[in-house]
């Protein structure tokens, strides 16, 4: 019979580095169809993060100090880890400590790269669509154009950062992020899982770290707008195309190259290699 005094309890460490390998496992073993439509989930959820927290940022400039907009901005990010969670999802960056599994020799290397390959791609499917679907919506023209400007500064701001800096914002994004899905894999419970998420996943956002996936929203959307977006709402941004120079598709590709390569250090070194290190090696 289960004991309920011990129910509740999180996983010891051990447990929760086995735990990861088994998921590790069983996600690279999962058909390219269940995969990929995982993956797109995941993408969209993350962008329902985002613009959670494009809207809570939007027009608050100067109004907050720095760090307690940061924080707010923060916390409405982390929904798009919790729905990534709760609702099964698959997430390229929460999928980096796959490593441990293949450090253990439970899955080949190929077999990795595929499971990434797939889920990268369909993260960006589901990030990109909810892009497109939130700029037909008009949702750029809310808060009287208070959306839209901000949207279009985040990506800018995104798009202008060089390499090597994205390249290590990257790294400590997912050292956060993985750090969030390993706690969650110790949780036992829904509130459990959603409070060991919020915290890091905060964090990461707040400090202005690089995460691929929120990337994959976070720029297209400010893309659209500024292709696309019509003089109206130039009019209320009080701005024209020319004051968001770095936001290119070229800034977008630059930016999830550095950023991507960033994130799989992080996660799949510092997180997974690490805790592999420690917990699974001697296995």
């Known amino acids: 019979m289960r004991d309920d005094r011990f129910y509740h309890d999180p996983l010891l460490p051990q447990e929760t580095a086995q735990k990861a ?6 996600k690279a073993e999962m058909d390219t169809l269940t995969l990929l439509t995982l993956a797109v989930l995941a993408g969209a959820f993350i962008a329902f993060g985002g613009v959670f ?24 990010f982390s929904l798009g880890l919790i729905l990534v969670i709760l609702g099964g999802a698959e997430l390229f960056t929460g999928n980096n ?30 990030a990109a669509g909810t892009a497109l679907l939130v700029f037909l919506s008009g949702h750029f023209l809310f808060g009287n154009g208070s959306v839209g400007r901000m949207a279009l500064a985040i990506a800018d ?44 996943i905060s964090a990461f956002a707040a400090a202005g770290f690089e ?32 004051d968001f120079p770095a936001l290119t598709l070229g800034g977008l590709i630059g930016n999830l190259v550095a950023v991507t390569i960033g994130n799989m250090i992080g996660g799949g070194v510092l997180v997974a290699g690490v ?7 001697r296995r």
Do not use: Q
């Open 97 to 126: 400590l796959m490593v441990m599994a293949w450090a253990s020799g439970a899955i080949r290397h190929r077999a990795l790269l595929r499971a990434w390959s797939i889920v990268y791609v369909g993260n960006f499917i589901g």
């Open 275 to 281: 805790y592999w290190l420690v917990y699974l090696r």
């Open 157 to 200: 701001s995104k798009c202008a950062i060089p390499f090597f800096r994205a390249l290590m914002l990257g790294i400590l994004c997912n050292v956060l992020v993985c750090l969030a899905v390993w706690l969650s894999y110790s949780a036992r419970t829904v509130i459990g899982k959603v409070a060991v998420i919020i915290p890091p």
């Open 211 to 242: 995460h691929s996936v929120a990337n994959m929203y976070l720029i297209p959307a400010g893309l659209l707008i500024k292709w696309f977006a019509g003089s109206n709402a130039w009019a209320l941004y009080g701005a024209d195309p020319a």
């Open 53 to 76: 927290m494009t809207v809570t940022l939007a027009g608050a400039s100067g109004l907050l100090p720095f760090g307690v907009l940061r924080m707010l901005g923060g916390l409405a």
């Open 21 to 26: 390998e088994t998921f590790g496992a069983a």
